[in-house]
């Protein structure tokens, strides 16, 4: 862990710093969509997808700032997707990263438009020739996150949780539902650093395996806390699904064989990065993290 606290630490104040730049209050009546954005996006969460990005980015020795931009997108679409999960038509949650959710804080309307709006922002930064002076990287960039987020994505992903409540789902439907639902864009952050890193596709095929298995045992380790965890450490609800009937890993495996299976996955993500030295500890400490953390 050594590696990874004040790898966490600088990527946090990065992401606050980038996202307090990009999102300036207007001084008009959209004041008030721009704030409740701001207050999603500043200041909570692990930041582990851009932490991702800028891990991956980093190995090939490409500029922070760049990295930390990429990042900043994104951040900024797992943060709208938070925001309309939260929302009573999906899970109703009252709380997000131990603060009021941003329905509660605002409105549901101010909510939905967050959300819009730091959809869309994401790829306003992505496409800017700030972002890269290569139109090929930006286009790029802006197809990965596009396939990570749509019905390809998590957007998909999340259709079939809310199918889950009424469904009885099997092991390989669950798996798929999480690849897409939470692996995406963890994936598309590894993805990313990598076409930042001018790494071409047929060579990225240990990355997306690490970020493969990654990705399920980051939601395995979810689905133990959602079972075990405390509330109060995690910030936010917890034992909704058990409550709605979903099939978890959990339920699915049981806690013995869940816990075993993402330490396995784990030390196989680990294996991915076999031909690299130091320069991917940070991706090694991530994977080691996913399954050791408590919110």
């Known amino acids: 862990m050594a590696v990874l606290k004040p790898a966490l630490e600088q990527i946090a104040e990065d992401i606050d710093a980038s996202f307090d730049a990009l999102l300036a209050v207007a001084g008009d009546p959209r004041d008030r969509l721009i704030e409740a954005m701001r207050y999603a996006a500043i200041g909570g969460g692990k930041r582990l997808r851009p932490l991702l990005l800028t891990a991956t980015a980093g190995m090939f020795g490409v500029d922070r700032a760049s990295a930390v931009r990429a990042g900043t997108a994104l951040e900024a679409?797992?943060?709208?997707?938070?925001?309309?999960?939260?929302?009573?038509?999906?899970?109703?949650?009252?709380?997000?990263?131990?603060?009021p959710t941003v329905h509660i804080a605002y409105d549901e309307a101010t909510a939905v438009l967050a959300g819009d709006g730091l959809h869309v922002f994401a790829f306003e930064v992505l496409s800017d020739p700030a972002m890269s002076g290569d139109p090929f990287v930006r286009i790029e960039l802006?197809?990965?996150?596009?396939?990570?987020?749509?019905?390809?994505?998590?957007?998909?992903?999340?259709?079939m949780d809310i199918a889950a409540e009424t469904a009885s789902f099997d092991l390989p439907t669950v798996t798929r539902l999480q690849q897409l639902k939470t692996g995406a864009l963890?994936?598309?952050?590894?993805?990313?650093?990598?076409?930042?890193?001018?790494?071409?596709?047929?060579?990225?095929?240990?990355l997306r395996g690490y970020a493969r298995d990654i990705g399920l045992a980051f939601q395995i380790a979810d689905d133990l806390l959602d079972t075990e965890g405390d509330e109060a450490v995690a910030g936010k609800a917890l034992r909704k699904d058990a409550e709605r009937g979903k099939e978890t890993f959990v339920s699915l495996?049981?806690?013995?064989?869940?816990?075993?299976?993402?330490?396995?996955?784990?030390?196989?993500?680990?294996?991915?990065?076999?031909?690299?030295?130091?320069?991917?500890?940070?991706?090694?400490?991530?994977?080691?993290?996913?399954v050791e953390r408590d919110h």
Do not use: W
């Not at 996150?145 to 390809?152: I, K």
């Not at 064989?257 to 940070?282: F, I, N, T």
């Open 142 to 159: 802006v197809r990965t996150l596009a396939m990570a987020s749509g019905a390809n994505g998590m957007a998909g992903g999340q259709m």
């Open 186 to 206: 963890l994936a598309a952050g590894v993805e990313m650093g990598a076409i930042l890193g001018r790494v071409p596709p047929e060579g990225r095929t240990h």
């Open 77 to 99: 679409v797992h943060v709208y997707s938070l925001i309309h999960d939260d929302l009573p038509c999906m899970d109703n949650d009252a709380t997000r990263h131990g603060k």
């Open 253 to 290: 495996l049981g806690v013995e064989r869940a816990r075993e299976q993402a330490k396995m996955l784990v030390e196989q993500a680990v294996q991915h990065l076999a031909s690299y030295g130091p320069e991917a500890d940070v991706l090694r400490a991530v994977a080691r993290f996913i």
